[in-house]
């Protein structure tokens, strides 16, 4: 039984007694004084009317009509009068006169009242005895009005009771369910904390269960930066903060192999020129003042497009930007932020730069050489040239914005193909299904490289999640295999997408359990609330949510740990050549250690060897997933 029946029944339990207890005692006092009262009233009319009857004449007459005068102004029951001998002489008796009182509480309350008795003088012999008895059924009617408001006294206290333990019990159970939600989070591994309740006992125990969700979260704060701080150590420059050369190019090459992402872009080559000189006429400290301020400025235009910025040497440094494809735009805005911080300094400081466009397929090395003879050629031409290279530029399949959204609205009237890789476990069972979307565009399914882009500029990326939920949901209620599918960054911004997913889950509910959604890591850190939100409305379905290509910003799981992630995926950049390098490892069992923590999967993607396979699930990594996992 739960406390708060405990305390209803508390309640009403001891209501019961007090009414029970305080309406036999009401009743059996006011009984009580009534018999008495009757009692005594017999016993003086009985010695008033014997005295009367001694002073007069004892004529059979006028006893009679003493008799029955006094019987008929003094409201009795029975009198009578008897010889010495006990023979009746005279008589008078009524009967009761009980209105609108129940036959059973007469029965229940019946009064028992002595007849009161007197002697009757005839000068000095005794004429007779007197035996009389009051009409009490007034009290009767009396004691049932008395019973009456004292039920609707106590129903009325009662009523009074009830409110006020119902407040009682309601301020009793709002804390308590807090708790109660508190403990479960806890035990599903979400960290969370509750306000304090003003009840002392409670919030003992809501001080403490916090005082435990904080240090664990503090904790996992801590884990997590030690492990970002290696990371960065082997990942990024230790100079000027940017991705290092061996990072930069796995992100590049992750950039151009990956089918979720936008799979075309632009690419950047800066160079400090004659660094060595400015070595020598600047100092190393200013040196390294400048390169950092390059870093930066090219940080702020790569965040602004959800770029990467990577510095492949001493004075080179590197610009990835996905989905950007206006190149004369990009040339003025790298002029107009690079160019005045060669010009605050006194030194001939140059700035050489060429860009190139790159489309899905291409070569990295291709790629890079061609853009490093372009800045050659630009280093040539002067500290401030600019030189827009000409690779195999991608060829777009429509020619306008019109032409593309009626391609792209009839493509998804037509359905979304889903293509399958296996995400496996450590024994190579089937996790679940990576699917990504393919659109049928001029007579091909073309992957999400060519088409994403424009399913973002037309403004169609909620229909286009939308739609590849439904053609999971309906393949799996198909074939019965769970799905991975990825969402866009607006589903965690977008309030229709949340609005109209929820009758489609609600249709599927058996779909919904092995329904696998993923989103960007960055959808944790732009958009973080309407990732909470969209994590706890989707829950309740039993669907899984986790999040993709985790790995610059997971020092933000500390704040993720009370959003119900299933699962996350780590990038590739740091899977790749994981069995040949130590530190990799550490971190990459860090990252597991601290996702195991808080209940999340931890999964890796991009795995291309059988090594790295073997590794990733040794070091303790949940599941693998990449060119080199195939289903048996």
Same mark, same amino acid.
Request: charged share 25%; aromatic share 6%; hydrophobic share 45%.
């Given at each position: ?41 017999? &016993? ?23 008799? &029955? ?10 009198? =009578? ?5 006990? =023979? ?35 000068? $000095? ?10 009409? %009490? ?28 333990? $119902? $407040? ?12 109660? =939600? ?24 809501? *001080? ?38 061996? %990072? ?10 990956? =089918? #979720? ?26 040196? #390294? ?12 235009? &790569? ?35 690079? %160019? ?92 679940? !299904? ?29 229909? !286009? #999640? ?34 109209? *997913? ?37 829950? %309740? ?15 933000? *799981? ?12 780590? #990038? ?61």
């Amino acid at each position: 039984m739960s406390l708060i029946k405990q305390l209803w029944l508390t309640i009403a339990v001891l209501l019961l007694l007090a009414f029970g207890g305080s309406l036999v005692i009401g009743v059996s006092a006011i009984r009580h004084y009534t018999e008495q009262e009757v009692r005594i009233k017999n &016993a003086d009319n009985a010695n008033a009317l014997a005295l009367s009857m001694s002073q007069f004449d004892k004529d059979p007459v006028a006893i009679e009509l003493l008799l &029955a005068a006094q019987f008929d102004t003094g409201h009795y029951r029975r009198v =009578e009068l008897r010889d010495p001998e006990g =023979e009746l002489i005279l008589a008078r008796e009524a009967n009761e006169h009980i209105e609108d009182v129940p036959a059973w509480f007469v029965d229940l309350t019946r009064f028992s009242v002595p007849a009161g008795h007197a002697v009757v003088q005839d000068g $000095w012999r005794q004429y007779g005895t007197v035996e009389l008895e009051s009409q %009490h059924s007034f009290a009767y009617r009396s004691l049932w009005q008395n019973t009456q408001w004292l039920v609707a006294w106590f129903g009325l206290a009662a009523l009074i009771s009830a409110l006020l333990g $119902w $407040w009682i019990v309601k301020s009793i159970r709002r804390p308590l369910h807090a708790v109660v =939600e508190q403990a479960r989070d806890i035990g599903d591994r979400r960290f969370t904390t509750s306000k304090e309740p003003r009840t002392r006992e409670l919030r003992e125990v809501v *001080i403490a269960m916090n005082a435990l969700s904080s240090k664990v979260r503090n904790m996992l704060t801590q884990e997590s930066e030690k492990l970002e701080r290696l990371r960065r150590k082997l990942q990024h420059d230790e100079v000027t903060g940017v991705a290092n050369r061996s %990072h930069f190019m796995k992100l590049l090459q992750g950039a151009l192999d990956g =089918e #979720d992402l936008t799979g075309s872009g632009t690419l950047v080559m800066l160079r400090v020129a004659r660094l060595a000189r400015l070595n020598d006429t600047l100092g190393r400290q200013e040196t #390294d003042s400048l390169l950092q301020e390059i870093a930066h400025v090219m940080n702020h235009i &790569a965040s602004a497009r959800h770029g990467q910025v990577g510095r492949l040497n001493g004075s080179d440094f590197a610009l990835l930007l996905p989905d950007e494809d206006d190149l004369h735009a990009l040339s003025q805005e790298l002029k107009t932020c690079l %160019h005045p911080i060669a010009d605050r300094h006194h030194a001939s400081i140059g700035l050489p730069m060429s860009v190139l466009e790159y489309a899905p397929g291409d070569e990295r090395g291709e790629l890079l050489s061609t853009l490093d003879g372009a800045l050659a050629k630009a280093e040539f031409d002067g500290d401030r040239a600019l030189v827009i290279a000409r690779g195999s530029a991608r060829q777009s399949l429509y020619t306008s914005h019109e032409t593309w959204r009626e391609a792209l609205e009839q493509a998804l009237r037509d359905g979304i193909h889903l293509a399958r890789y296996p995400v496996l476990d450590a024994q190579g069972d089937i996790i679940h !299904f990576e699917s990504p979307s393919r659109l049928r565009l001029k007579g091909d399914w073309q992957p999400a490289g060519v088409f994403m882009p424009w399913i973002s500029r037309l403004g169609l990326s909620v229909d !286009f #999640d939308l739609a590849v939920v439904q053609a999971a949901l309906t393949a799996i209620d198909r074939q019965g295999k769970p799905l991975g599918i990825n969402l866009s960054l607006q589903a965690a911004s977008d309030s229709r997408f949340l609005g109209a *997913i929820k009758p489609l889950l609600s249709a599927h509910p058996k779909a919904a359990t092995r329904l696998w959604l993923e989103l960007p890591e960055s959808v944790a850190v732009h958009h973080l609330e309407g990732f909470r939100g969209l994590c706890r409305e989707l829950r %309740h379905f039993g669907c899984h949510l986790g999040l993709e290509h985790v790995g610059p910003e997971f020092t933000r *799981i500390a704040d993720l740990h009370d959003v119900g992630l299933s699962y996350l995926k780590i #990038d590739a950049s740091l899977v790749e050549g994981v069995h040949d390098n130590g530190e990799q490892q550490i971190i990459l069992r860090g990252m597991a250690t601290l996702c195991h923590a808080i209940g999340i999967l931890a999964f890796a993607e991009g795995v291309t060897t059988d090594r790295e396979r073997d590794t990733l699930l040794d070091i303790g990594l949940d599941g693998v997933t990449g060119p080199a996992i195939r289903q048996d």
